[in-house]
Nanobody
Framework: QVQVVESGGGSVQPGGSLRLSCVVS????????MGWYRQVPGQQRELVAS???????TYSPFAMERFTISRDSAKKAVYLQMNNLKPEDTAVYYC???????????????WGQGTQVTVSS
């Protein structure tokens, strides 16, 4: 059983910062990639940022200059440092993990339960 647990969400004023954390656990052979998505009620979930290797980081345009994704492979964790937050960033942020398991072999995308980020004055 794989668990994906996010933390770090909260409420901040515009221009503030938050650092989101996500840790996966379970019988995992490899974590191939991890990332963050966000979703506003009534809208589709959208990519914020993702990372496989340190050289393969992907950012959505809105996150390119303000957010930083990083992984700690030993901890099976991913982090999202969000700076200069804007009201438009308000959403539920979800952790995403691309995981390989063996015995039997499987390759599956897992999602966390989400953590709320609210940016308002």
């Amino acid at each position: 059983q794989v668990q994906v647990v996010e933390s770090g969400g909260g409420s901040v004023q515009p221009g503030g910062s938050l650092r989101l954390s996500c840790v996966v656990s379970g019988k995992i052979f490899a974590v191939n990639a991890m990332g963050w998505y966000r979703q506003v009620p009534g809208q589709q979930r959208e990519l914020v940022a993702s990372q496989a290797t340190p050289a393969t980081k992907t950012y959505s345009p809105f996150a390119m200059e303000r957010f930083t994704i990083s992984r700690d492979s030993a901890k099976k964790a991913v982090y999202l440092q969000m700076n200069n937050l804007k009201p438009e960033d308000t959403a539920v942020y979800y952790c995403n993990a691309d995981i390989t398991q063996i015995q039997p072999w499987s390759h599956t995308i897992y999602w966390g339960q989400g953590t709320q980020v609210t940016v308002s004055s």
